[in-house]
């Protein structure tokens, strides 16, 4: 008689704990804030540094969501992302360099007008490479990583050269459009209007990429292919096309982040991209592979704790998200939020 009394708060603790688990990854960003909240003295400090944390988030996260959906669902291990966060910043910046006219204007509605199509330019040429990548480089690898490893960063370094050889070996310093210059005053604290610009497209393409992998029949065949491929490939559909079309949608938005990272460093190379790798990396594992979700997170507190600890520890700031990564997968060794495929 006494069993099921012993036994019935356990099962009520563990059914509470589960119900709690999915959702702590979404706890960390706020707890990573108010953290900064207290150890920064000034408020207004903590304001700047927040909204620039997020700013340089949310394009971490533009460029890394194409490669955590291509290595979730296709199982590309792909080092040659990188060039088209190049590529993209290139052709971007060359765009906006020809509607000078439009960036110099005063005009906000010009100035983001220019600034949009500079990024679908960009979009349509690291997609149209992207395509092309995938047709010569990665499909003669498929499920061999090693091979993906050396070819793609063969192609890395190839696709670079190329970017020399147009544009020149020299960093090309670029000018923000003029509205977007400068900063606004909110609470004491001094607000970059770009870097404000750059919150808001971020928001807006991570709620429309989860809008169509959620709510649509092909997000619901992409997710389902990450998860168990042969399935979605028994009941007709046509999961190689699938496969493709991700990778060229992934090169795309590379392209995108590419164009507002240049803008944000105010300054573009042909190793960008290269360099942009690490941070990537650390992004795809700590959110977990396939996962958008756990890739927005997972930028978020990159950029957070990178702009916290550089204002309170400099020297610090340099393996503050080697740490994170760390940290992350000592808790949650999949990463926060993983797509696991079926066995």
């Given at each position: ?6 036994h019935a ?5 563990a059914s509470?704990?589960?119900r709690i ?13 108010l ?8 408020g207004?400090?903590w304001?700047?540094?927040?909204v620039s ?10 460029m ?5 959906l291509v290595?979730?669902?296709?199982d ?20 906006l360099l020809?509607?000078?006219g ?5 005009s ?7 600034l949009l199509?500079?990024?679908i ?15 010569v ?7 061999a990583h090693l091979?993906?490893?050396l ?5 890395l ?11 020149g ?7 923000r459009?003029e509205?977007l210059?400068?900063?606004i005053?909110f609470?004491?604290a ?11 497209v971020g928001?807006?393409l991570?709620?429309a ?10 997000g619901?065949?992409?997710r389902?292919?990450v998860?168990?491929g042969?399935?979605v490939e028994?009941?007709g559909y046509?999961?190689r096309?699938v496969?493709?079309g991700?990778?060229?949608?992934g ?18 190379t042909a190793?960008m ?6 941070l ?17 997170i997972?930028a ?6 990178q702009n916290y600890v ?12 080697i740490g ?8 949650r ?9 079926a066995?």
């Amino acid at each position: 008689m006494s069993a099921a009394p012993e036994h019935a708060p356990t099962m009520a603790r563990a059914s509470l704990a589960e119900r709690i688990a999915p959702w702590l990854p979404m706890l960390l960003v706020p707890l990573v804030m108010l953290t900064g909240l207290v150890l920064i003295p000034s408020g207004s400090s903590w304001l700047t540094l927040t909204v620039s944390g997020l700013a340089m988030g949310m394009m971490i996260f533009i460029m890394a969501s194409g490669m955590t959906l291509v290595f979730g669902l296709m199982d590309v291990i792909n080092f040659g992302h990188g060039v088209f966060i190049s590529v993209g910043a290139f052709v971007g910046v060359s765009v906006l360099l020809m509607l000078a006219g439009m960036t110099a204007a005063p005009s906000l509605i010009l100035n983001l007008l220019a600034l949009l199509l500079a990024i679908i330019v960009a979009a349509l040429a690291t997609g149209a490479l992207g395509w092309a990548f995938e047709r010569v480089i990665v499909k003669p690898v498929y499920g061999a990583h090693l091979k993906q490893i050396l070819v793609t960063m063969g192609g890395l370094i190839v696709v670079e050269q190329l970017i020399i050889v147009l544009w020149g070996p020299e960093e090309i310093y670029i000018l923000r459009p003029e509205a977007l210059k400068g900063a606004i005053t909110f609470a004491g604290a001094a607000l970059e209007k770009y870097r404000l610009v750059a919150v808001v497209v971020g928001l807006a393409l991570f709620l429309a990429m989860r809008f169509v992998l959620r709510r649509t029949k092909i997000g619901l065949i992409v997710r389902a292919g990450v998860e168990n491929g042969e399935m979605v490939e028994a009941l007709g559909y046509r999961l190689r096309l699938v496969f493709i079309g991700v990778f060229v949608a992934g090169s795309a938005l590379a392209g995108l982040g590419g164009v507002m990272w240049g803008l944000y460093q105010e300054v573009i190379t042909a190793h960008m991209g290269q360099q942009m790798m690490i941070l990537i990396f650390i992004v795809v594992i700590i959110g977990g592979l396939g996962s958008v979700e756990g890739c927005f997170i997972g930028a978020l507190l990159v950029g957070l704790l990178q702009n916290y600890v550089a204002f309170l520890e400099p020297k610090a700031a340099l393996i503050s998200n080697i740490g994170l990564m760390v940290a992350i997968l000592m808790w949650r060794p999949q990463g926060m939020i993983p797509v696991v495929k079926a066995k």
